[in-house]
Structures are given as C-alpha cells and as structure tokens.
C-alpha cells in the first residue's frame, strides 16, 4: 500500500512562491506517475501538474503553466510542485496523487491520494 505525504503549504503574499513536497512510501514512486490537484472551498478537485515516471513528461493546467513546475526526484521518493507568481485564485488545498496509468488529467485515474496541504495567498 503507497502512502503519499504532503507538506511545505503555508500563508504568502500574492507574487510569492512556495515548494510544496509529496513523500512517497510503501512502494518506490518510479512505479507511478504523479499529479498534483487542488481543491478551494466550494469548488471540485482541480487538475494542476503531472508527471511521468521518469520525469522526462509533464503536463500542466492552462491556469498555473507558467507559473508551476512538477519535477520529481526518484532516488528520494519524492514529488515536487514548485509555485511561483502565486495569486490569491491558487488558494486551496493541494493533493499529491498517484496513478499505475497513463500520464492524465483526471482525477479518476489518481488511486492513491495523500491527505493535502493547505496553500493560502493573501492580496
């Protein structure tokens, strides 16, 4: 059974930035691709960034490209979100997820989910 821990959320100003971290144990994280979601209040689970196995592939929602980078670092069993330019529309709790699919988009195809970390911008 994979167990996802996420951390690094917290309060920042708009235009600042944070790296949140997902630790993966119970399997080794290469055996998954993995995504990042988040959720604000009142609204469904949002795709945010995913990546391959290797780390060689990523996707991005239209909303944080630019702005978001997922990477991962196998060796540590660990998944990244680095988030930059952050704006007060990015708070919400963010999830790191794992999938034994395809590099996609939605959620249903993430089976194991950590407990998230809330992300708070002020403006």
């Known amino acids: 059974q994979v167990q996802l821990v996420e951390s690094g959320g917290g309060l920042v100003q708009a235009g600042g930035s944070l790296r949140l971290s997902c630790a993966v144990s119970g399997r080794t994280v290469s055996s998954y691709v993995m995504g990042w979601f988040r959720q604000a209040p009142g609204k469904e689970r949002e795709f945010g960034a995913a990546?391959?196995?290797?780390?060689?592939?990523?996707r991005y929602a239209d909303s944080v490209k630019g702005r978001f980078t997922i990477s991962r670092d196998n060796a540590k069993n660990t998944v990244y979100l680095q988030m930059n330019s952050l704006r007060p529309e990015d708070t919400a709790v963010y999830y790191c997820a794992a999938s034994r699919g395809l590099l996609g988009i939605g959620a249903d195809g993430y089976a194991y989910w950590g407990q998230g970390t809330q992300v708070t911008v002020s403006s």
């Open positions: 990546i391959n196995r290797s780390g060689g592939s990523t």
